[in-house]
């Protein structure tokens, strides 16, 4: 390792070591104070990265069956290619579990990270707390964690994502206009041990209790992000509730799932989700699916690497780093990803 990294490293351990108050349960990313986008960071640090050769970062994922992972696992190896276009020894390793609720898979992972002495690692855990003993240990060898997207790492020096509260903030807004401000409408949880799925639930009622409006929660159940759980739970809803207008859900999968049963029941129901995966814009470009909350999980695990990248160079970045997201229907469903968030690939550069 050298003297460079090494340096970085150990000064990321020590931020973690004298501000444990800090990274307290309490610790709410779609909240603190500070957080830049990757435009703020770039505009702040300047545009070049410098990276030193022989870093190695462990991802850690979930499981690769749902598009949303694979998407962003692309996108790690997107960077990883741009940054060895710059002629620097890096790589990524990148591991997943085979199914969304293996908790105990993904830690035991995560320590196999740990133990193979990885530079730093970006996680995407399964619950807000499956992973707290392997950071910990990251972290008394000086391993930074960076972590990405959902799944809440209290400890974690570093949180780089979209704002999940967003998610559901901008999932009410649209329902909303479409539904002239009134209506009944549910939402479908995904895990309730999931950071993001309480703060989308949470941003899309806050919507409509801050903006008294006319739209009525009248059920709300978690289905684990489980595509068929989804669809059995709306069948149900749309028995029991007649008037029901819309349903949100927590993600893309269980939200093609309601769009099933919305079909089979030939109701007129609204259906929402976040992620935006490659079958979700199909969905709605044939016109089943009425919008949804991308992520752009390509581009999201683009931004974790420039800022660990960044951090292992020195560079003192924020706590928080907000990526990328906006809303998709038929009116924006062809457009470029790109061109909607505006994005520009990082310029990376050998380290002297």
């Known amino acids: 390792m050298k003297a460079k990294q090494f340096a970085a490293v150990l000064c990321a351990a020590a931020v973690v070591c004298s501000g444990m108050a800090v990274y307290a349960e309490e610790f709410n990313p779609d909240q603190v104070e500070g957080a830049m986008t990757i435009e703020d960071v770039r505009a702040e640090f300047g545009e070049e990265v410098p990276v030193a050769d022989g870093i190695t970062f462990g991802g850690v994922m979930k499981s690769l069956s749902n598009e949303f992972w694979r998407?962003?696992?692309?996108g790690y190896h997107a960077a990883e290619d741009k940054v060895k276009e710059a002629g620097v020894d890096y790589s990524i390793v990148i591991d997943?579990?085979?199914d969304e609720a293996d908790e105990i898979g993904q830690q035991t992972m995560t320590s196999n990270m740990v133990n193979q002495?990885?530079?730093a690692i970006?996680?995407?855990?399964?619950?807000?707390?499956?992973?707290?003993?392997?950071v910990e240990d990251a972290q008394d060898q000086g391993i930074p964690v960076f972590n990405v997207n959902d799944g809440l790492i209290a400890s974690a020096e570093y949180y780089v994502g979209p704002n999940a509260y967003q998610n559901g903030l901008l999932a009410a807004e649209w329902i909303s206009k479409q539904l002239g401000d009134e209506g009944q409408v549910a939402i479908v949880i995904g895990m309730p041990k999931a950071f993001a799925a309480r703060e989308r639930t949470a941003g899309f009622k806050d919507w409509i209790a801050e903006n008294n409006s006319g739209l009525e929660v009248i059920a709300e159940q978690n289905a684990d992000w489980d595509r068929q759980t989804a669809k059995n739970l709306a069948a149900t809803w749309i028995q029991q509730n007649p008037d029901l207008k819309a349903i949100f859900c927590n993600n893309d999968t269980m939200a093609l799932g309601v769009v099933e049963?919305?079909?089979?029941a030939e109701a007129d129901i609204l259906v929402v989700g976040v992620d935006g995966i490659g079958e979700a814009y199909d969905s709605i470009r044939a016109g089943k699916?009425?919008?949804t909350v991308d992520s752009f999980p390509y581009y999201m695990s683009q931004v974790a690497t420039e800022c660990?990248?960044?951090?292992?160079?020195?560079?003192e970045l924020p706590r928080v780093v907000a990526t990328p997201q906006a809303l998709i229907?038929?009116?924006?469903?062809?457009?470029?990803?790109?061109?909607?968030?505006?994005?520009t690939d990082a310029t990376y550069v050998k380290a002297e």
């Open 308 to 315: 660990a990248l960044r951090v292992m160079a020195g560079q």
């Open 289 to 291: 699916l009425d919008a």
């Open 122 to 134: 970006l996680a995407s855990p399964i619950s807000d707390s499956n992973l707290t003993s392997a």
């Open 261 to 264: 049963a919305v079909e089979e």
């Open 329 to 343: 229907d038929s009116e924006n469903v062809d457009t470029e990803a790109a061109e909607i968030i505006g994005w």
């Open 96 to 98: 997943a579990t085979t």
């Open 71 to 74: 998407t962003l696992e692309e």
């Open 117 to 119: 002495g990885v530079t």
